[in-house]
């Protein structure tokens, strides 16, 4: 046992929708003298689970129920699961942001947490002052910090605005800044969720490594939320998979993966496009449904490598309002969860723009489609003046056959990699 650094029991976490508290003041006090004698909370009634595609019967939710599970000191847990099921909350009460409803966390030595963009940052200190406050935060004395504070600026890459009020910072150098901080401050326990999301590659790349670096290399403990399976896989010793707020299984990381992606892909690309709750961003725009046609504009389940084809994606704009700079993105995952590459007009240059409640098909053309044989998914994301309006991941997902890619009357046959390139020999 002496080398758990983390044990979570019967971790709860109740919310009552659309009201804060029990309703009235002297229910309030209540709740709060209850606590205060170690009695059971009078208002904790049962609650839904916390399943955001169907309408419940209680106005209490469970946005996790009876969470249990341990993390040995220089491990990296991967905590996986589908939007809603609970990672963040879990996230913020390890962290100590919120508290449990019920059940309790017990952990040995200093945690360090990176769950938002800029969270702990004060936006009017500059990036220097914000690393010395987040330092002071953890425990850290001040000459700790300054033995360390040279290694942090280079690492961030912020180094030609570090004496810069943070509220001038992008969210990218954000994220990089909050993260250097994180890991170099010599935290037992490192917390970090999808918010590396907003780095570029090169620098997830970096904080991937990073982050090895600290389980493997210094012995300390980090836990992961991602939708990124392949960071998961190269980054995570274990996986724990929640579902409606539950922990449905925990185990080696690559059993995980795989019996989440077949679990959850092919429960949700059953479901209509338009009826996903699994879904982010503020509803101006939405997609309702996709399909894709070949050359002769017919609608295809099966794509043929080597053909032309277009998808096809319905948008609406649901706003009364005209919405110009939209960037509609398309990114391609193989089978396990890697991106194959991204469709987007941010890329090609070309805008898009919509009148109030207009719907458009956005079509999509590929003049040779690359891929070899196999199973293919897809993430729509869209937006409107840098603001997200719809994401849905592993929105749907295609089927590619063999086919005469280069033309020679000979069918490929063999799946060595996962793309298609025209070459010739001179």
Same mark, same amino acid.
């Given at each position: ?16 929708? %659309?009201? #804060? ?5 002297? !229910? ?9 004698? %170690?009695?059971? =909370? ?14 419940g019967e209680s106005e209490y939710v469970w @946005? ?13 847990? &991967? ?13 913020? *009460? ?8 019920? &059940?309790? *966390?017990?952990?040995? /030595? ?20 914000? *690393? ?12 700790? #910090?300054?033995?360390?504070? =040279? ?7 912020? $180094? ?22 994180? @890991? ?9 969720? $999808? ?13 991937? &490594?990073?982050?090895?670096?600290i389980s493997k290399g210094d012995g300390r ?43 959850? +892909? ?5 479901? $209509? ?7 982010? &961003? ?12 070949? @050359?002769?504009? $017919? ?26 700079? #939209? ?10 969860? +890697? ?42 994301? @869209? ?11 592993n929105a749907g997902s295609f089927e590619v056959? !063999? /086919? ?14 996962? #793309? ?7």
């Open positions: 046992m002496d080398d758990i650094i983390l044990k979570a029991t019967n971790i709860s976490k109740q919310y009552r929708l %659309g009201l #804060i508290g029990t309703g009235t003041l002297g !229910n309030d006090l209540k709740r709060w003298w209850s606590k205060v004698r %170690g009695k059971e =909370d009078p208002f904790l009634k049962i609650g839904d689970t916390n399943d955001r595609s169907t309408k @946005a996790l129920k009876d969470i249990n599970f341990e993390v040995k000191r220089g491990e990296v847990l &991967g905590i996986i699961g589908k939007n809603g099921a609970g990672k963040s909350t879990l996230l913020k *009460i390890l962290s100590r942001v919120t508290s449990p409803t019920t &059940g309790e *966390i017990k952990t040995k /030595g200093r945690i360090a947490s990176l769950l938002e963009v800029g969270t702990g940052f004060h936006p009017e200190l500059t990036g220097k002052e914000n *690393i010395y406050l987040n330092g002071a935060i953890l425990g850290m004395t001040k000459s700790e #910090i300054s033995s360390k504070i =040279d290694e942090i600026v280079e690492f961030s890459g912020c $180094e030609r605005y570090i004496d810069t009020p943070v509220k001038r910072y992008s969210s990218g150098m954000r994220v990089r800044l909050a993260f250097a901080v994180a @890991a170099h401050l010599e935290p037992d326990i490192l917390i970090v969720d $999808e918010v590396l999301a907003v780095g570029d590659a090169e620098f997830q790349k970096k904080a991937i &490594g990073k982050m090895q670096d403990t980090v836990l992961f939320v991602s939708h990124n399976m392949a960071a998961v896989k190269s980054l995570c010793t274990r996986v724990m998979l929640l579902d409606n707020g539950t922990v449905d299984a925990v185990g080696y990381t690559e059993d995980m993966i795989s019996y989440y992606l077949k679990k959850f +892909r092919n429960e949700e690309v059953s479901k $209509e496009l338009s009826t996903r709750t699994d879904r982010e &961003g503020n509803g101006k725009l939405k997609f309702e449904s996709y399909w894709f046609e070949n @050359a002769n504009e $017919e609608k295809v389940q099966l794509i043929q490598s080597g053909s032309s084809y277009k998808m096809v994606v319905e948008l609406k704009n649901n706003s009364d309002v005209n919405l110009h700079s #939209i960037r509609v993105s398309v990114g391609i995952d193989d089978d396990h969860a +890697r991106r194959i590459t991204i469709f987007s007009n941010d890329l090609t240059n070309q805008e898009i723009s919509f009148a109030p409640q207009e719907t458009k098909l956005i079509k999509i053309y590929v003049p040779v489609i690359p891929f070899q044989a196999g199973m293919y998914h897809f993430t729509l994301f @869209a937006s409107e003046d840098q603001n997200i309006s719809d994401w849905v991941i056959e !063999n /086919g005469d890619f280069f033309n020679t009357g000979r069918i490929i046959q063999n799946n060595q990699g996962h #793309i298609l390139i025209k070459h010739e020999f001179h």
